[in-house]
């Protein structure tokens, strides 16, 4: 378990950390997620011992390490630009927390081969850094994060140089990899599909502060507030309410709570249909996120009316779907 209290830390009159605290529990994977500059990776920095809180306390395992070095807290940092050893094999630059630590090198070849195998690189292990995919790279400095087994495991933006397909899959290789070792991880990132994606616990971070945590579906149905909602995914506000656009119900027919509003563009992304919509009380425009199926069946035209309600309001009371499609 991993504690923070009342951490803050300031550059001159920039609050970077206000007074945040926050329990990450043992073996799990946490992701701090927030906008750029909201403080995550100065958080992230400071459980490292990193950089130094102007005040609070951070405890890991239960020892206040508040006033410890980086290298005697147990912890194994992976950064989104990682420097590996350019002219050290895959396989020695794994094994180099290890050697430093003088392990018998039987111990080392054996460790390191486990490591190889977990992080998908058997087979590499001659090769040097500059001849590895960046993912690939990622997958090494996360071996040789994990060589020294690390009470913590904390990791600012990974794959964050990395391209969208390659990220998709060093998520779910992450997600399986924490399955297998169990290390307590604390994941940064800007980015809500990889934090719902990845994390079993996700602290939304804004200007310095905590604005909820929660498990991602505590986040995505039961947003503390505006900022939540409307971070961690798209949002259409109707009636005044914030709700997801799949949870707002296109009918020909009136229902209450519904309003009318022009179909202003259709546009169709594979499975699901995007129905862009402006309502005819000068409400701001809306999108609804329906299924292809229900696209077809409602045989939308352009310009034309229909009536719009939501079928589910986070944190509240869900409006049952009671005719129609
Ligand atoms: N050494 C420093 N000196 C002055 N200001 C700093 C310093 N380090 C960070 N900051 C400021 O503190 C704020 C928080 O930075 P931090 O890197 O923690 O944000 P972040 O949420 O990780 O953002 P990003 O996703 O862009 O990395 C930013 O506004 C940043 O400019």
């Known amino acids: 378990m991993i504690t923070v209290t009342g951490v803050r830390k300031n550059y001159g009159d920039f609050k970077a950390l206000d007074n945040v605290t926050l329990d990450i529990p043992s073996g799990s994977l946490t992701a701090l997620l927030g906008p750029s500059g909201s403080g995550k990776s100065t958080l992230l920095r400071s459980i490292a011992g990193l950089e130094h809180p102007d005040g609070g306390a951070i405890t890991i395992g239960g020892n206040d390490v508040t006033g410890v070095p980086p290298q005697k807290r147990g912890i194994g940092f992976v950064f989104q630009h990682y420097a590996a050893f350019k002219h050290m094999t895959v396989r020695d630059n794994i094994a180099f927390g290890l050697k430093i630590r003088r392990r018998p090198k039987n111990e080392i070849a054996d460790r390191v081969d486990d490591l ?42 990974p794959f964050g140089a990395l391209d969208a397909k390659v990220r998709a899959d060093l998520r779910e290789w992450l997600r399986r990899l924490h399955d297998e070792v169990h ?100 409400d701001p425009r ?29 944190g509240g009371a869900p409006i049952p779907v009671t005719n129609g499609v």
């Open 116 to 157: 190889l195998r977990i992080v998908g690189l058997d087979g590499f292990q001659r090769r040097y850094p500059s001849q590895l995919s960046g993912g690939q790279r990622q997958r090494m400095a996360l071996a040789r994060a994990l060589a020294v087994d690390p009470k913590v495991l904390l990791l600012d933006e």
């Open 183 to 282: 290390v307590t991880t604390v994941l940064v990132t800007h980015d809500q599909e990889e934090a719902l994606d990845v994390a079993d616990r996700i602290a939304v971070m804004n200007k310095g502060r905590i604005e909820q945590v929660g498990s991602p579906d505590d986040l995505y149905e039961r947003p503390a507030n505006e900022f939540v909602m409307s971070f961690l995914g798209p949002v259409a506000t109707i009636n005044g309410t914030m709700v997801r656009p799949h949870d707002l119900h296109l009918d020909r027919l009136y229902h209450p709570g519904a309003i009318e509003a022009v179909v202003d563009r259709i546009v169709r992304l594979g499975f699901e249909v995007r129905v862009e919509l402006v309502p005819v009380n000068g």
């Open 286 to 314: 809306l999108s609804a996120q329906i299924t292809r199926g229900d696209a077809d069946d409602l045989n939308l035209v352009r310009g034309e009316g229909i009536y719009v309600r939501a079928t589910h309001v986070p």
